[in-house]
């Protein structure tokens, strides 16, 4: 990517040049992809999508994987991040389309969504919605369509702090997504002391529950949930989901901490210490 860790980005790129970045076809390596949305961005909300930018390169995502769509920055200008387009739902769906054509099954999603969301009836059933830059809302059925139409991934990592945002991780948190929320989703969120420190969690080896040198999603929203003043005091839930997987076993770092193979040898057992930055390293272990 071209532009650099500015408020703005610096070259004048349109979201459409940054996705000509992307791989042109699917390469089978283990890349790492970020999308982070604010719709109706307040000064808690920049300082989210702040935070978790610097955390995820920390996590060795690579700048050109990393796509924000965020409002008019306003109050929330003097946060730095680069900004690729307002959160539209346009914009959102040319993002993850682009996604769907260049993940394969070696690969991450992060997706993070922060600002306002609302909940209300739709086609019959009660659903949460993200609030967007245009007024526009998009909803969890909208969103997990989106979300099901990346065909080949390793594993997708999906957080929503916004009021009601469990009604997303209710709708999408299994087969290849876990998925986070501040709250539940009949249940407002309130300030950003859970996604502070949800992020937070990655730096801090107090986070590192079971002391194995790694921190697991599961832990990650533990220690969040823990540290979260409103969640302690009852007045929000944090809600994890992940149907099909174990998120104890969900790294950011490299998605899978163990991996089962039939047949396998002690030289292809590989810490992910040994990769290079930007790349999802496995530990292999033999099947028992």
């Known amino acids: 990517m071209k532009n650099t860790n500015n408020s703005q ?9 940054r996705l000509v970045d992307l791989p042109s076809e699917k390469n089978y390596e283990s890349d790492k992809y970020a999308v982070l949305i604010s719709g109706r961005t307040e000064g808690r909300h920049a300082e989210n999508l702040e935070t978790a930018y610097n955390a ?15 409002n008019e920055r306003g109050p929330a200008a003097r946060f730095e991040y680069p900004v690729d387009a307002p959160a539209t739902k346009e914009n959102i769906k040319i993002v993850m389309e682009n ?6 099954d070696k690969d991450l999603l992060f ?30 059925i909208e969103m997990d369509n989106l979300l099901e139409g990346i065909e080949e ?19 999408s948190g299994d087969g290849r997504y876990v998925a986070v929320s501040a709250s539940k989703p009949n249940e407002v969120s309130y300030s950003n002391t859970f996604p502070l420190a949800f992020f937070n969690a990655w730096e801090d080896s107090e986070s590192d529950i079971n002391k194995d040198g790694r921190i697991s999603i ?20 944090p809600l994890i989901r992940s149907e099909d997987m174990n998120s104890e076993e ?25 990769n ?4 999802i390293g496995y530990f292999f272990h033999h099947k028992i």
Request: hydrophobic share 35%.
């Open 9 to 17: 980005n610096s070259t004048n790129e349109t979201l459409e040049d």
């Open 218 to 237: 599961q832990e990650t929203f533990d220690y969040a949930t823990e540290n979260d003043s409103y969640a302690n005091d009852g007045d929000q839930m």
């Open 99 to 104: 996604i769907q054509q260049t993940s394969d």
């Open 111 to 140: 997706l993070y969504v922060t600002g306002h969301g609302g909940r209300e009836k739709v086609r019959g059933e009660y659903v949460s919605t993200i609030l967007l830059s245009d007024g526009e809302e998009m909803d969890e």
């Open 56 to 70: 995820l390169i920390g996590q060795g995502f690579l700048l050109e994987n990393i796509f924000i769509l965020d």
């Open 276 to 279: 290079k930055e930007g790349e």
């Open 250 to 274: 969900i790294f950011i770092d490299n998605i899978y901490k163990d991996i089962i193979l039939e047949d396998i040898s002690e030289e292809n057992i590989i810490s992910a210490t040994d």
């Open 153 to 171: 991934l390793r594993v997708g990592i999906l957080v929503f702090d916004q009021c009601y945002g469990g009604g997303f991780v209710e709708r």
